[in-house]
């Protein structure tokens, strides 16, 4: 692994997300290093990894830029989560743009299907201390990847867990320790049989003074119907969209009776 990889609103069209840099080799200056640091950062990031990455059969290098630094992500095609989905992109931009606004470091921040880590080692880059949460099976890689990019180079290390949407929340994230600042999600919502589960962890999530920022490509009717939902539970407001591309940024606070 590589230690460090250096270098309200009425709703706005979104501008273009940062494309990936070229294809090339990451790199890290190695002449301030004493000899053998290399090894003992490469041997703490090992006794750090808590969780193992899944075998696929093919894992590739992705490269992307945020907040002036250039970020190394493992993926995966053989996974929905292992893959850095378009929200994403989108939701790590308006982080980067809005991080005096959102006031992020510092701030506790809890990320819903983190996948292969992407907002989550933005955040973290930011300023921010997160939880970084996905099923049990993507754990392996997603650490791998915010070890791999924050280690060494955040002011906090993120912290990786377990989150069935819908299950044994109360064991695993008790709610007399919830107090996130922000709980952050992208492409979470999509064809599948699990959303209403989605809809009641974020609301369990959320404690007063809680921000919800959730980015999302629109692809099916199901989403809208989640929306709708969504706007039940959540005074909503729409962010940021694009018409081109059908994704929306939200903020979500939690309707308190």
């Known amino acids: 692994m590589d230690a460090c990889l250096?270098?309200?609103?009425?709703?706005?069209?979104?501008?273009?997300?940062?494309?990936?840099?070229?294809?090339?080799?990451?790199?890290?200056?190695?002449?301030?290093?004493?000899?053998?640091?290399?090894n003992e950062i490469e041997a703490s990031l090992r006794s750090l990894q808590k969780f193992v990455?899944?075998?696929?059969?093919?894992?590739?290098?992705?490269?992307y830029q945020f907040v002036g630094k250039k970020i190394v992500i493992q993926e995966s095609i053989e996974s929905y989560g292992a893959v850095?989905?378009?929200?994403?992109?989108?939701?790590?931009?308006y982080l980067e743009e809005h991080t005096e606004e959102l006031n992020l470091r510092g701030a506790k921040i809890?990320?819903?299907?983190?996948?292969?880590?992407?907002?989550?080692?933005?955040?973290?880059?930011?300023?921010?201390?997160?939880?970084?949460?996905?099923?049990?099976?993507?754990?392996?890689?997603?650490?791998?990847?915010?070890?791999?990019?924050?280690?060494?180079?955040?002011?906090?290390?993120?912290?990786?867990?377990?989150?069935?949407?819908?299950?044994?929340?109360?064991?695993?994230?008790?709610?007399?320790?919830?107090?996130?600042?922000y709980v952050l999600a992208s492409d979470v919502v999509y064809h599948h049989y699990f959303l209403d589960k989605l809809l009641a962890t974020m609301a369990y999530l959320c404690q007063p003074g809680t921000v919800l920022l959730w980015a999302n490509k629109f692809r099916f009717s199901t989403d809208y119907e989640f929306l709708d939902k969504f706007k039940q539970v959540f005074d909503t407001t729409l962010l940021a969209e694009s018409q081109e591309s059908s994704i929306k940024l939200f903020k979500g606070i939690l309707k308190w009776d």
Request: hydrophobic share 30%.
């Open 53 to 63: 990455p899944t075998n696929y059969a093919s894992y590739t290098q992705e490269y």
């Open 110 to 181: 809890l990320e819903i299907g983190a996948g292969p880590g992407l907002v989550s080692i933005v955040a973290s880059i930011l300023g921010a201390q997160v939880t970084a949460t996905d099923l049990p099976d993507v754990l392996g890689n997603l650490q791998y990847n915010l070890l791999k990019n924050t280690f060494n180079c955040t002011t906090y290390l993120p912290e990786v867990k377990e989150l069935v949407w819908g299950e044994g929340l109360e064991q695993t994230f008790p709610k007399s320790t919830l107090s996130y600042d």
């Open 6 to 38: 250096s270098s309200e609103q009425q709703p706005r069209p979104l501008d273009e997300a940062p494309s990936p840099p070229d294809d090339e080799a990451p790199h890290t200056d190695d002449t301030s290093r004493p000899p053998g640091d290399s």
């Open 84 to 93: 850095v989905w378009p929200g994403a992109m989108v939701l790590c931009q």
